[in-house]
Protein backbone atom coordinates (compact mmCIF):
# COMPACT_ATOMS: atom_id res chain seq x y z
CA UNK A 1 0.00 0.00 0.00
CA UNK A 2 1.51 3.62 -0.96
CA UNK A 3 1.70 6.34 1.74
CA UNK A 4 0.51 9.95 0.96
CA UNK A 5 1.91 12.13 3.46
CA UNK A 6 1.29 15.83 2.72
CA UNK A 7 3.55 18.53 4.71
CA UNK A 8 3.97 22.19 4.69
CA UNK A 9 7.14 24.19 5.18
CA UNK A 10 6.23 27.75 6.60
CA UNK A 11 9.49 28.06 8.94
CA UNK A 12 11.89 25.26 7.83
CA UNK A 13 11.76 23.46 4.43
CA UNK A 14 12.39 21.22 0.34
CA UNK A 15 14.05 16.75 -5.44
CA UNK A 16 15.30 14.86 -8.75
CA UNK A 17 17.47 12.01 -7.31
CA UNK A 18 17.54 8.20 -8.06
CA UNK A 19 18.57 6.41 -5.04
CA UNK A 20 17.81 3.48 -3.13
CA UNK A 21 18.82 2.41 0.16
CA UNK A 22 20.56 -1.90 1.02
CA UNK A 23 16.38 -2.85 1.25
CA UNK A 24 15.86 -1.16 -2.17
CA UNK A 25 13.49 1.09 -0.72
CA UNK A 26 12.37 4.41 -1.99
CA UNK A 27 10.32 7.17 -1.42
CA UNK A 28 8.73 9.92 -4.11
CA UNK A 29 8.51 13.35 -2.64
CA UNK A 30 6.84 16.01 -4.48
CA UNK A 31 7.89 19.51 -3.96
CA UNK A 32 6.76 22.71 -4.75
CA UNK A 33 7.16 25.96 -3.32
CA UNK A 34 5.02 29.33 -3.51
CA UNK A 35 7.63 30.65 -5.97
CA UNK A 36 8.19 28.63 -8.40
CA UNK A 37 11.94 27.37 -10.14
CA UNK A 38 13.47 27.65 -6.40
CA UNK A 39 16.44 25.28 -5.91
CA UNK A 40 16.21 22.34 -4.51
CA UNK A 41 19.01 20.32 -2.61
CA UNK A 42 19.31 17.00 -0.75
CA UNK A 43 21.64 16.16 1.73
CA UNK A 44 23.48 19.16 0.11
CA UNK A 45 23.44 17.98 -3.41
CA UNK A 46 21.46 20.48 -5.63
CA UNK A 47 18.80 17.84 -8.11
CA UNK A 48 16.73 20.35 -9.59
CA UNK A 49 13.96 23.03 -8.88
CA UNK A 50 10.41 23.18 -7.79
CA UNK A 51 7.99 21.97 -8.69
CA UNK A 52 9.65 18.54 -8.80
CA UNK A 53 9.13 15.27 -8.37
CA UNK A 54 12.23 13.06 -6.65
CA UNK A 55 12.99 9.72 -5.98
CA UNK A 56 15.01 9.24 -3.03
CA UNK A 57 16.24 6.00 -0.55
CA UNK A 58 14.05 5.01 2.20
CA UNK A 59 15.71 6.90 5.24
CA UNK A 60 16.73 10.51 6.83
CA UNK A 61 17.62 13.17 4.25
CA UNK A 62 18.00 16.97 4.66
CA UNK A 63 16.18 18.70 1.91
CA UNK A 64 16.38 22.75 1.16
CA UNK A 65 14.94 24.66 -0.87
CA UNK A 66 16.03 27.97 -1.65
CA UNK A 67 15.96 31.15 -4.24
CA UNK A 68 17.59 34.02 -4.07
CA UNK A 69 16.08 37.13 -2.68
CA UNK A 70 14.15 34.48 -0.44
CA UNK A 71 14.70 33.41 2.76
CA UNK A 72 16.00 29.10 2.53
CA UNK A 73 13.42 26.46 4.12
CA UNK A 74 15.60 23.72 5.75
CA UNK A 75 13.81 20.20 6.76
CA UNK A 76 15.55 17.05 8.30
CA UNK A 77 13.20 14.32 6.68
CA UNK A 78 13.14 10.21 7.20
CA UNK A 79 11.23 8.76 4.77
CA UNK A 80 10.38 4.90 4.49
CA UNK A 81 8.39 5.44 0.93
CA UNK A 82 5.51 6.42 -0.62
CA UNK A 83 4.78 9.59 -1.76
CA UNK A 84 5.47 12.42 0.37
CA UNK A 85 4.40 16.47 -0.86
CA UNK A 86 6.29 18.80 0.41
CA UNK A 87 5.39 22.54 -0.05
CA UNK A 88 8.12 25.17 0.74
CA UNK A 89 6.92 28.61 1.57
CA UNK A 90 8.85 31.13 0.68
CA UNK A 91 9.52 34.74 2.13
CA UNK A 92 10.68 37.83 0.15
CA UNK A 93 13.97 39.19 2.26
CA UNK A 94 16.92 36.75 1.87
CA UNK A 95 20.46 38.10 1.62
CA UNK A 96 20.99 39.57 -1.42
CA UNK A 97 24.35 38.70 -2.54
CA UNK A 98 24.79 40.88 -5.98
CA UNK A 99 24.93 43.64 -3.56
CA UNK A 100 28.65 45.63 -3.57
CA UNK A 101 30.32 44.89 -0.25
CA UNK A 102 32.10 47.90 0.91
CA UNK A 103 35.20 46.77 2.73
CA UNK A 104 36.88 49.60 5.18
Same mark, same amino acid.
Given at each position: ???????????????????? +??????? +? !? +????????????????????? @??????????????????????????? +????????????????? @?? !????????
Amino acid at each position: MKEYIKSRFSKGDVVRNKQT +NQDGMTA +N !L +NIESSVPGADIEVDGAFVGNT @PSTVAVAAGSHQIVVKKKGFTDRSRML +NVTGGMVHLSAELEAGG @PD !LTAPRVQG
